[in-house]
């Protein structure tokens, strides 16, 4: 059975920082298209992040951001076995819903190049995080 579990959500002041966890059980997230999401109350969930898997010649595939968060928000490329991380900086009150990480379930799998929500089989229950003063 395939969990992830997403941890790392606080209060933070604008222009903070924040690292968020999510780890996996049942699958080796190196292999599989991996992605991070938002949602806030009322509104559409939005994506954050998108890794394709590791196709076994270098340590993660291709990484795509959404533009709100380019040049502010990283996924590390050297990540604990089978955890992800999400580093947030410069954070703004924008960036304050949940945030939830989603795996594919199909093995060597890649981002959906119009929706990175499409083809994850597995989500986490997600972890709030606050930007407020």
């Known amino acids: 059975q395939v969990q992830l579990v997403e941890s790392g959500g606080d209060l933070v002041q604008p222009g903070g920082s924040l690292r968020l966890s999510c780890a996996a059980s049942?699958?080796?997230?190196?292999?599989?298209?991996i992605g991070w999401f938002r949602q806030a109350p009322g509104k559409e969930r939005e994506g954050v992040a998108c890794?394709?898997?590791?196709?076994?010649?270098?340590?993660?595939?291709?990484?795509f951001y959404a533009e709100s968060v380019k040049g502010r928000f990283i996924v590390p490329r050297q990540n604990a076995r089978n955890t992800v991380f999400l580093k947030m900086i410069s954070m703004m009150p924008a960036d304050t819903p949940i945030y939830y990480c989603?795996?594919?379930?199909?093995?060597?799998?890649?981002?959906?190049?119009?929706?990175?929500?499409?083809?994850?089989?597995?989500w986490g229950k997600g972890t709030p995080v606050t930007v407020s003063s």
């Open positions: 049942g699958l080796t997230l190196d292999y599989y298209a």
């Open positions: 989603a795996a594919s379930g199909t093995y060597g799998s890649t981002c959906n190049a119009i929706d990175w929500s499409y083809g994850m089989d597995y």
């Open positions: 890794l394709n898997s590791n196709d076994g010649t270098y340590t993660w595939g291709d990484t």
